[in-house]
T-cell receptor, first 112, second 110 residues
Framework: DSGVTQTPKHLITATGQRVTLRCSPR?????VYWYQQSLDQGLQFLIQ???????AKGNILERFSAQQFPDLHSELNLSSLELGDSALYFC???????????FGSGTRLTVV | QKEVEQDPGPLSVPEGAIVSLNCTYS??????FMWYRQYSRKGPELLMY????GNKEDGRFTAQVDKSSKYISLFIRDSQPSDSATYLC??????????FGKGTRLSVIA
């Protein structure tokens, strides 16, 4: 157990639907990062939050949004889902920018 | 040119072999260099972390950084079947989120 908890582990949903992925960071870590991993693209950075505030944005689609709550857990919202959104979504946390990240076990999203 | 390039493999070696995994990068601002290991259906886990150029050894693993040529390597000695995984390099500037290579899939055959 890495200390980073992601739920749910698996999600199957239909095109056009909306889903929410949840992440609880490791105790003491203020930064949360979301990554998307697909076979052809590898690990792609989506968005970072630090202590409740958005810190950096990567290749995140407008249909996707995220937030970090006062208790530091984070949610990634994916809407108007398309088949191409099927992927593994990872959350990671870190103490600070110079430290390595601790990853959760991911949420496998399948859009049918 | 992609920011981080890594040969995707797959790489298959016999047990006990020395494995060499490599990455190139383009951003000269990268100062920290990490290697992550990812087992199938699991999240990546930090394996090695080095700062600037040089070598760092941890057990059977050695990370090597050559900033002049923007080339980073991970060597695995006496490879074991349990080393079978995907290895991701992640050079880092310290103030931007990690950028990962696509990973090299390694299989160590008993």
């Amino acid at each position: 157990d890495s200390g980073v908890t992601q739920t749910p582990k698996h999600l199957i949903t239909a095109t056009g639907q909306r889903v929410t992925l949840r992440c609880s960071p490791r105790s003491g870590d203020l930064s949360v990062y979301w990554y998307q991993q697909s076979l052809d693209q590898g690990l792609q950075f989506l968005i970072q939050y630090y202590n409740g505030e958005e810190r950096a944005k990567g290749n995140i689609l407008e249909r996707f949004s995220a937030q970090q709550f006062p208790d530091l857990h984070s949610e990634l919202n994916l809407s108007s889902l398309e088949l191409g959104d099927s992927a593994l979504y990872f959350c990671a946390s870190s103490v600070g920018p110079d430290y390595g990240y601790t990853f959760g076990s991911g949420t496998r999203l399948t859009v049918v | 040119q992609k920011e981080v390039e890594q040969d995707p493999g797959p790489l298959s070696v016999p047990e006990g072999a020395i494995v060499s995994l490599n990455c190139t990068y383009s951003n000269s601002a990268f100062q920290y260099f990490m290697w992550y290991r990812q087992y199938s259906r699991k999240g990546p886990e930090l394996l090695m972390y080095t700062y600037s150029s040089g070598n760092k050894e941890d057990g059977r693993f050695t990370a090597q950084v050559d900033k002049s040529s923007k080339y980073i390597s991970l060597f695995i000695r006496d490879s074991q079947p349990s080393d079978s995984a995907t290895y991701l390099c992640a050079p880092h500037s310290g103030n931007t989120p990690l950028v990962f290579g696509k990973g090299t899939r390694l299989s160590v055959i008993a």
